[in-house]
């Protein structure tokens, strides 16, 4: 009976993982496949120890020659999760980053385990069916979401649908376009080889259609990375299969592979059908990941890898390497203000954070499989009974994960696909699994022993369940927060008690507090107790987000900006603000938005050298920083160098020509320099670029008035008023412009725009 709970929880973890995801978590997908793996090897793993202790009587453990290799690389791991950066987020995972993670790990290792021990060869073709059943419903989902049709079904049935599933990226397998693409191209290649090594093509008709199925889905999002893992794991199939002479004289078995490895090729090179589909079907092309570069991701794994060269950073902790390391050609970028958590590379992330002995033992890992599996395959023993075939699937697939690796990050999905198809081809092997069985009915004593350890380990795995368990829940409350924060506040907050030592809670509730603060201080009589103990609430929980994670950089930052904001109003607060904002700079070096606000908080001193510095080291970094470049027009219009802030301005406008504040500041400078022409230009610019930006309105109001258009003038004052009601000087301005409008001999009164 055991056994048979076993092997379902084994089909059921196979046919759900690609499929399973829930709308109650902040992150719907890894979070929750992370989750569910978990609990089903812990379920299995428990069954597993029961059956031998109470049922069998006798220890007993299939093992082979690559078991020393995983259990070294999951040892490792562990070990270098405790030594690392950050051991919260090398156990757990962070929000953006569930996967790698050290939980994670080792419920892909139990469930390795549960089935080269529970798994015989002859469950071979159910377990790929049961997976390739599982894609083929990936496939369909994913053309429900990318053609729209879930939206539409969810509009028919008012709404009622996970707003995610609405999404064009919405993929049950992951949460890109890019990652579903991976994933479907390593499915694949999976289905080329099983299809062609079928000795009745008749039987194959769901791999027929999840194969041709997911071809579809990838020439839609025509990932490079995709194509290039399914042409150069079926050149090694093709190759293979001509020196080994597995088809013998039936080659026509190759023409499925022969077909799909040049459709690799023309999508690599040519991509024939994006702009029709894109003119076609989805307006201006498909949402694309952001990714680094290979070039970005190596360069920096090379240097996480230098500073930590043995265990490395830790798993999960390649944000770190980001932030210390990005280079300064990265801030020239469009997304120079992104933080990145992971490489655009399995094997750089796993380089920088699993330093040496975590890539050796890795890359022994898969080595020592396709080894041995060659070596079965090569057996002639075997090859006469027909039987080394059947670990090729396995062995190609495995080898396509492998290049996936390579040219994308690993999500749950692959990496669970890599773990399953490693041991499938272990169970291949058949007989070069070793048996070592431990009877207790020889010695009683041992099975009093085991069966003491079995409740021990099962109060462990109670426990770890409980905790897991409190986690989700405060996942849930977070989420709540998030859909409605302005009437759920309590409810981070109790995620914040369930769930003391995940970081992002602490954040929110800080910045969640000072938006409090903010909004009674801004109240026509506030109340100073409530106001404090807003103020009280933010800063302990800013403080508590940085003893927890003492090397997250937006830890500190958040810390600074609290400081900040209540500066006025808390003594010393400022000082606190300037040694937050410098360690955010000790973590991230190159961050020109830090190196700003330091100067603006040097500014509050009056101390403008010290603050022309800290502005000029960030255009240094970063020479079309707008914030920076505005403080320092402002430092030489306050000190009279007129000509040099226009200079400065004129020149940001053309380097920054979407930016509303340059544009108005600019306009500004032309104003009071009596250049009208000039200045309203400018500011009909910034409200293009913003309609409602009210201080644009109102400095070309002014430019209006000036010229005597006072009906202009009025009408765009009256749109200042509605932006901001209740304004006593925006109300006085009305007057006098309708004053002006309807004497048009009255003068203009002589009026400076102010920043």
């Known amino acids: 009976m055991l056994q048979k709970i ?48 109470f049922y069998d009587k006798k220890f007993t453990i299939k093992w082979s020659l690559l078991d020393p290799f995983i259990l070294a690389f999951a040892v490792v791991s562990t070990i270098g999760a405790f030594t690392g950066i950050d051991r ?31 798994i015989k060869k002859t469950d071979l073709p159910a377990l790929t069916k049961v997976f390739t059943w599982s894609s083929l ?19 028919l049935v008012g709404g009622k649908l996970p707003a995610i599933m609405s999404l064009r990226t919405f993929s049950m397998a992951g949460g890109s376009l890019e990652a579903l693409a991976m994933f479907l191209a390593c499915v694949s290649v999976a289905a080329v080889v099983f299809i062609s090594l079928a000795r009745s093509g008749k039987k194959e008709i769901v791999a027929y259609l999840a194969l041709f199925g997911a071809l579809g889905l990838l020439i839609v999002v025509d990932s490079t990375p995709a194509w290039l893992t399914i042409l150069l794991s ?102 120079w203000q992104l933080r990145f958590d992971r490489a655009g590379s399995y094997w750089a992330e796993l380089l920088a954070e699993g330093g040496a002995l975590g890539a050796f033992f890795y890359l022994a890992m898969a080595a020592m499989f396709l080894l041995i599996s060659y070596f079965f395959i090569a057996n002639k023993k075997e090859k006469e009974k027909g039987q080394n075939v059947v670990v090729i699937p396995f062995v190609v697939t495995v080898f396509a994960l492998l290049v996936a690796q390579a040219f994308y990050y690993q999500t749950t999905v692959l990496a669970f696909m890599f773990w399953l198809f490693l041991a499938l081809g272990v169970v291949s092997w058949g007989d070069a699994l070793r048996e070592k069985s431990f009877s207790f009915q020889e010695f009683p004593e041992a099975g009093l022993v085991f069966s003491i350890v079995f409740w021990l380990i099962a109060v462990a795995m109670a426990f770890v369940c409980f905790t897991m368990g409190k986690y989700y829940l405060a996942d849930v409350y977070y989420r709540e927060y998030l859909t409605s924060p302005n009437t759920n506040l309590v409810k ?94 000790r973590l991230e070096p190159k961050n020109p938005a830090v190196l700003t606000e330091l100067g603006k908080l040097s500014l509050v001193d009056k101390k403008e050298d010290e603050a022309r510095a800290y502005f000029q080291r960030a255009i240094d970094m970063k020479a079309d920083y707008v914030d920076a470049n505005l403080q320092m027009a402002y430092l030489d219009d306050q000190s009279g160098e007129k000509e040099a802030a226009q200079s400065r301005l004129e020149n940001l406008v053309r380097v920054s020509p979407f930016s509303v504040d340059a544009h108005f500041q600019l306009g500004r400078v032309y104003y009071n320099a009596s ?71 009255t003068p203009a009164p002589a009026e400076k725009t102010t920043p």
């Open 6 to 53: 076993l092997r379902f929880i084994v089909f059921s973890a196979i046919f759900l993982m690609p499929l399973f995801w829930l709308p109650f978590s902040v992150e719907a997908f890894d979070f929750n496949k992370i989750y569910l793996l978990a609990t089903l090897v812990l379920v299995g793993l428990m069954l597993w120890l029961a059956k031998m202790v």
């Open 88 to 118: 919260w987020t090398s156990i757990f995972g962070f929000y953006g980053k569930f996967w790698p993670s050290i939980l994670g790990l080792w419920a892909m290792v139990g469930f390795y385990f549960l089935v080269t021990n529970n």
């Open 137 to 155: 419903i990936v496939v369909i989902s994913s053309y429900l979401a990318i053609f729209n049709i879930w939206a539409k079904i969810s509009a």
């Open 234 to 335: 079926l050149i090694l199939f093709l190759v293979f299969s001509f020196w080994k002479r597995i088809f013998k004289t039936d080659v026509n078995r190759l023409t499925l592979a022969t077909l799909f490895a040049i459709i690799a090729v023309v999508f690599i090179f040519v991509s024939p059908v994006r702009a029709f589909l894109n003119e076609t079907f989805f307006a201006g092309g498909l949402p694309q990941e952001v990714l680094l570069n290979q070039k970005t991701s190596w360069s920096l794994a090379a240097q996480g890898f230098q500073e930590k060269w043995l265990l490395g950073e830790g798993t999960g902790n390649f944000h770190y390497v980001f932030a210390k390391f990005k280079p300064a050609a990265f801030l020239n970028t469009q997304f």
């Open 492 to 585: 981070l907050e109790t995620a914040t008690r369930v769930a003391p030592d995940r970081m992002i809670y602490h954040i929110a509730l800080s910045r969640a507090y000072l938006q409090k603060f903010t909004e009674e201080a801004m109240k026509a009589q506030p109340d100073k107790q409530v106001a404090a103990q807003f103020i009280s609430g933010a800063v302990q929980e800013s403080k508590t987000a940085v003893a927890k994670n003492p090397n997250m950089v937006v830890a500190y930052e958040t810390a600074g900006v609290v400081y900040r904001e209540i500066q006025a109003v808390v003594t010393g607060s400022k000082d606190w603000a300037i040694k937050s904002f410098q360690d955010v700079l």
């Open 675 to 745: 250049e009208y022409d000039k200045a309203a230009e400018q500011f009909q610019t910034a409200i293009t670029l913003f309609p409602n930006h009210s201080n644009s309105l109102y400095s070309l109001a002014l430019v209006y008035e000036k010229q005597g258009n006072y009906d202009k003038a009025l009408e765009l004052m009256n749109q200042v008023a509605t932006l901001n009601p209740g304004n006593k000087d925006i109300e006085d301005k009305i007057a006098a412009l309708r004053a002006s409008s309807q004497n048009k001999n």
